[in-house]
């Protein structure tokens, strides 16, 4: 069992450009959640996927960021036009199913903008 | 929605002694979850806990339901167990997860 597994671990990129976020759940998870880490905010709840389908994305900025499930083995998270405010960890979860079980994380995607 | 308080917000131990995290919310969860982080570091599961004691290793989780509380209990400690512990439960009505603001934990040598 890997884990889930999160790329890039480290991306840099300019103010205005688009910066795209993977994450491979553990097989057999049947719920992926996407969090954002900063040392202001602490750990902010951005979206949630059951059995690929979105059922809960009151965390996300409305405008820019997206996120898509497009298979049970990997999710996209997507920033468009991004601020130096969108400067954080981007850390990807699973768990069985989406209530009573262990959440797992992966290792975070550090995003910086210029 | 839940609201989730941890305390202390910081905590400054001698190898050796004990440490007593707290964690209050304000609605029942069905998932209750303590995490580790350290500087840098990824979250870490301790221990899945809605209800009841749990144990593993050095550590003990006490979560009584009905107070809305959990803890977190570290005997012993090491420089090792330095960094910031989370608990993590369900937000009322909703499946999402969210976080305490942690407590950080320095354990001196």
């Known amino acids: 069992n890997a884990g889930v597994i999160q790329t890039p671990r480290h991306k840099v990129t300019g103010k205005g450009q688009e910066a795209t976020l993977w994450c491979e759940p553990i097989s057999g998870h049947s719920a992926v959640f996407w969090y954002r880490q900063t040392i202001v905010q602490g750990l902010e709840f951005l979206t949630y996927f059951r059995n690929q389908a979105p059922i809960d994305d009151s965390g996300m900025p409305k405008e820019r960021f997206s996120a898509q499930m497009p298979n049970q083995s990997h999710s996209t998270l997507k920033i468009q036009s991004t601020q130096p405010q969108d400067s954080a960890v981007y850390l990807c979860a699973s768990s069985r199913t989406d209530s009573g079980n262990t959440l797992y994380f992966g290792e975070g995607s550090r995003l910086i903008v210029v | 929605g839940q609201q989730v308080q941890q305390s202390p917000a910081s905590l400054v131990l001698q190898e050796g002694e004990n440490a007593e995290l707290q964690c209050n919310f304000s609605?029942?969860?069905?998932?209750l979850q303590w995490f580790y982080q350290r500087p840098g570091g990824s979250l870490v599961s301790l221990l899945y806990n809605p209800s009841g004691t749990k144990h593993t290793g050095r550590l003990t989780s006490t979560t009584v339901t009905k107070e809305r509380r959990s803890s977190l209990h570290i005997s012993s400690s090491q420089t090792t167990d330095s960094g910031t512990y989370f608990c993590a439960m369900d937000d009322t009505n909703a499946y999402k997860v969210i976080f305490g603001k942690g407590t950080h934990l320095h354990v001196l040598p």
């Open positions: 609605s029942t969860a069905t998932r």
